[in-house]
């Protein structure tokens, strides 16, 4: 469609150049429809206007006279043209459903010699003239004239009449069938309808005559129309077909034939369609009849639809025209309801594998699986996209064999077309040559071997898996009992005596110092408890505050979104914790080339006991303590490891890691002394002197002068939408 915010006005000479064109291809005379001078002997003047509007004329006339007129089109600033568009008014000559002994094309915009306002002379003959514009996109522009005689004076309807044809028997009957003829006259404006109803069934256009061969008693309904709109009145005949002499004494054949789509029981799901069929080789097949259910018989036509959901038996019978009857037949079947509309869209998720150096990158190469199900319709495609580039269709695993920091986005559509929204996983590849990360159950380097907290003074030595003596023992695991855990110790000893890494002075003190320990005697909490492992379940004990939010991941992270904008705060609140020492890892996220900024909160009390704050993650920032992650160079002077607010780490002491890179984490509080390791690392040591220590918690206000409660809850920052960063293996040991 023509837009016509984008129409410029058009220079006078280009319509008078286009409108000489028209005139040379219509010919001399066509002259006068195109506002040429002419003859002014019309009685009647017809006026049609056009404005902007490209979907109707402005106005338009609706009836004359027959005779000669004055046709006036104008398409002017006048009549609401603004805009300089061109409009024609056509008439039609090709529908033989309309009058064609006029030709008028007349072309007028607000820019042509004439103004927009042309005039015709023509002579208007009784019936209906179409009219249109005929420029393109303007196929809305469209209407009919109706004309009536010279002197307005045809209210007479048409005349119409109907006779019947065919040989008769001794009663009138006409025998095997019957051929009606219907006439219609019009001495006004002419005939314009003929129509015609045979029984019950509803009008249609007659064009020929109708051969009746049904036998049975008939009524013939018929009436017509003039060109100007006057009905004749509906008129009938009533006449019987009756079967030829014949000795045919076998009733037709019969059968049915049901169609839709069935389920694995054999019913039809959502609708079945019946077609009956009869064929008779004497008389010939004179009615069909179907009945549905407990339905009276009725006339088959067509097809039968059934959609109502249940058992049905659709009974169907037929006679021929010698009268002999089929007997009745059924055919049973069921339909279902269609199963509910899935508007589920699939679930997909995705496996990084590969070979991972100390830094949690993979040597190398990395390959993705992503897998996608769908218990509705079932998975129809399943698409990833590599670093931002365009979605593919996944077929097999992605190998990724190029350094750097990588995002894979994948996404899966059902049959029923619901596509989901795509999810992402992120991962580092390093250059090879590196040596894999060995597959320990826990990240310990300490120095010495210390089991619970008995330092047995043992060098805490590489063994030949790669990993260290501490990091075999296990002592972070909750152990139920301490049987088990004796008995763990003891076999890794054993091996470990077995392979030299330790004498018999050596093992002696390990198995001594586990017993020592006390790790899985009653009431000993010497082990770390998950509070985060990567799983939904784990994942859904935590409760986000304020604004931000935190998404699982497929690969059993945490990460802040970068799509929810605000501060808040990911915080657990299954219960306080007093002196502990609580172990993370996380890794910095944040688009670009900018570093992220987040933080543990600890020792805050229940965010939702201080309806006076507006924010809730605000409790967390007002009475507990931060211990701030940020690697960033420029910006916040509080870095990675320092106490935000009380003691400060600049960028020197707290080191830079790399970026997309694991760290471990891990914050200890006894009583008010804080010490927070990065990587085995001790980066800040603080002692909360600074004011009183509420314990209990109190519910008023401790204040920012160094007074923080001595037992609380633990949470995650989240700092704004860029400052992106993940979290795992979050667990923690009561001192």
Not at 4 to 12: D, G, M, N, S, V
Not at 241 to 259: F, G, H, M, Y
Request: aromatic share 8%.
């Amino acid at each position: 469609m023509m837009q016509r915010t984008r129409t410029a006005p058009i220079h006078r000479r280009a319509w008078t150049a286009l409108l000489a064109c028209l005139l040379l291809f219509l010919g001399p005379a066509s002259a006068t429809a195109y506002g040429q001078p002419g003859p002014r002997e019309a009685e009647q003047t017809l006026t049609w206007t056009a404005g902007d509007d490209i979907t109707k004329y402005a106005s338009a006339p609706t009836t004359a006279v027959a005779g000669k007129a004055t046709l006036v089109f104008e398409n002017s600033t006048a009549t609401g043209n603004t805009m300089g568009m061109p409009h024609t008014l056509t008439f039609d000559t090709s529908n033989p459903d309309y009058n064609q002994d006029v030709t008028l094309n007349i072309l007028a915009n607000p820019g042509d010699a004439e103004g927009g306002k042309h005039t015709a002379e023509v002579t208007l003959t009784p019936g209906k003239y179409r009219y249109h514009c005929t420029i393109p996109g303007h196929e809305g522009m469209q209407g009919v004239l109706v004309v009536t005689d010279g002197g307005g004076s045809d209210t007479a309807p048409p005349k119409t009449s109907a006779k019947l044809d065919g040989q008769q028997n001794a009663d009138g009957a006409y025998i095997g069938s019957a051929t009606a003829t219907v006439t219609a006259t019009d001495d006004g404006s002419g005939v314009d309808t003929v129509e015609y109803a045979l029984d019950d069934a509803a009008y249609q256009p007659y064009t020929a005559p109708v051969v009746i061969d049904k036998v049975g008693a008939h009524t013939l309904r018929y009436r017509a129309t003039d060109k100007v709109g006057n009905a004749a009145p509906e008129k009938t005949a009533d006449f019987t077909v009756a079967a030829p002499p014949t000795d045919d004494t076998t009733p037709p054949e019969t059968s049915v034939k049901l169609d839709g789509q069935q389920d694995a029981d054999g019913a039809y799901i959502g609708s079945a369609t019946a077609t009956v069929s009869a064929s008779d080789t004497g008389s010939g097949v004179n009615t069909i009849e179907y009945a549905l259910d407990d339905a009276a018989y009725q006339p088959y036509t067509t097809p039968v639809m059934v959609h109502d959901a249940g058992a049905h038996t659709l009974r169907y019978r037929a006679a021929d025209k010698a009268g002999n009857a089929a007997p009745e037949k059924k055919a049973d079947f069921t339909v279902v309801a269609p199963p509910a509309e899935d508007t589920t869209p699939p679930e997909t998720a995705a496996k990084v594998t590969g070979d991972k150096n100390s830094d949690g990158a993979y040597v190398n190469r990395a390959t993705v699986n992503v897998t996608s199900t769908d218990d509705d319709s079932g998975v129809a495609k399943t698409e990833y996209a590599l670093d931002g580039g365009p979605y593919l269709v996944y077929t097999a695993p992605v190998v990724v064999d190029r350094t750097g920091r990588h995002t894979v986005a994948h996404r899966a559509t059902d049959k029923a077309g619901n596509t989901a929204e795509a999810r992402t996983v992120s991962f580092t590849v390093a250059e090879g040559g590196g040596v894999p990360a060995p597959n320990c159950a826990e990240w310990d380097e300490r120095l010495t071997v210390i089991i619970g907290s008995v330092n047995t003074g043992i060098p805490n030595r590489i063994t030949p898996n790669r990993c260290t003596i501490n990091e075999l023992i296990e002592d972070e695991k909750d152990w139920s009992s301490q049987a088990l855990f004796l008995k763990h110790v003891r076999g890794v000893a054993d091996g470990l005596l077995t392979a030299g890494v330790v004498d018999n002075r050596e093992y002696k003190a390990l198995n001594k110092a586990a017993r020592q320990s006390g790790i899985g005697t009653p009431g000993q909490h010497t082990g770390y408890r998950d509070l985060f492992d990567g799983t939904q379940k784990s994942f859904d004990r935590w409760q986000q505050v304020g604004g931000g939010a935190f998404g699982l991941g497929a690969d059993g992270t945490m990460t802040s979104s970068s799509t929810v904008p605000g501060m808040g705060m990911l915080w657990f609140p299954g219960r306080t914790y007093d002196n502990f020492s609580l172990k993370l890892q996380f890794r910095d996220d944040a688009p670009g080339t900018g570093n992220a900024n987040s933080g543990v909160f600890v020792r805050f009390p229940n965010v939702h006991d201080h309806p006076e704050e507006s924010r809730p993650e605000w409790v967390a920032i007002k009475y507990g303590h931060e211990i701030q992650i940020l690697d960033r160079p420029d910006g916040d002077m509080y870095k990675t490891g320092s106490v935000y607010g009380f003691d400060r780490v600049g960028l020197g002491g707290a080191g830079v890691t790399p970026k997309g890179t694991w760290n471990d984490y891990e914050i200890r509080v006894v009583d008010q002394h804080y010490a927070i390791y990065r990587n085995g690392a001790l980066l800040n040591e603080f002692d909360n002197t600074g004011g009183q220590v509420f314990n209990p918690p109190r519910d008023d206000d401790p204040g920012t002068d160094g007074r923080r409660y001595a037992s609380g809850y633990l949470g995650l920052q989240v700092h704004s939408e860029t400052d992106v960063v993940s979290y795992r293996n979050i667990r923690i040991q009561e001192l």
